[in-house]
T-cell receptor, first 112, second 110 residues
Framework: GDSVTQMEGPVTLSEEAFLTINCTYT??????LFWYVQYPGEGLQLLLK?????DKGSNKGFEATYRKETTSFHLEKGSVQVSDSAVYFC???????????FGKGTMLLVSP | NAGVTQTPKFQVLKTGQSMTLQCAQD?????MYWYRQDPGMGLRLIYY???????DKGEVPNGYNVSRLNKREFSLRLESAAPSQTSVYFC?????????FGPGTRLTVL
């Protein structure tokens, strides 16, 4: 079945550091790929998405590129802020009615 | 727009008790979902409803039932709660492939 693997956290960074959170996937078809973010005490919010190979999703300074050859969708940001502290989930959708398969989440902690 | 709303926010049950978690969305979305979130497990799909009048099992449906009452509302019922159902429950609705999540219900079963 479909699966998503993310790097384990927490990832601890200083403000303005470069961020990478790795995500790889296994799917039978040609999935759409997503990054969701969960701030403390809240539900998940869509951060960015990519629907086909070589697409780059971007939002709020975060980027991720759909790499079919390596089945990866790594999340990057050039300069993190304290307000980026949250849990980040990689997910895929491999069906027409958009059910999502999530990774286990990676906690990011950014200190001033 | 309120988006996706869930009630209650917190609930404590004793083993064997029953309860219904309520979810409503005001975005006119066809599809709705129930997930549970457990530490180190990510989100796992319990049930979903692709459209009004249809429901399907997700990854972890045992111990739960759902009702798609109308296009707006999708409830999750625990008939006989067990400690293993202690979790945070999220409802979501979707427009095409973008899911919108509610704020969650934190359920503890003693």
């Amino acid at each position: 079945g479909d699966s998503v693997t993310q790097m384990e956290g927490p990832v601890t960074l200083s403000e303005e550091a470069f961020l990478t959170i790795n995500c790889t996937y296994t799917a039978t078809g040609y999935p759409s790929l997503f990054w969701y973010v969960q701030y403390p005490g809240e539900g998940l919010q869509l951060l960015l998405k990519a629907t086909k190979a070589d697409d780059k999703g971007s939002n709020k300074g975060f980027e991720a590129t759909y790499r079919k050859e390596t089945t990866s969708f790594h999340l990057e940001k050039g300069s993190v802020q304290v307000s980026d502290s949250a849990v980040y989930f990689c997910a895929l959708s491999d069906r027409g009615y958009s059910t999502l398969t999530f990774g286990k989440g990676t906690m990011l902690l950014v200190s001033p | 727009n309120a988006g996706v709303t869930q009630t209650p926010k917190f609930q404590v049950l004793k083993t064997g008790q029953s309860m219904t978690l309520q979810c409503a969305q005001d975005m006119n979305h066809n599809s709705m979902y129930w997930y549970r979130q457990d530490p180190g497990m990510g989100l796992r799909l319990i049930y979903y409803s692709a459209s009004e009048g249809t429901t399907d099992k997700g990854e972890v449906p045992n111990g739960y039932n759902v009702s798609r009452l109308n296009k707006r509302e999708f409830s999750l019922r625990l008939e006989s709660a067990a400690p293993s159902q202690t979790s945070v429950y999220f409802c979501a609705s979707s427009l095409v492939d973008k899911q919108f999540f509610g704020p969650g219900t934190r359920l503890t079963v003693l």
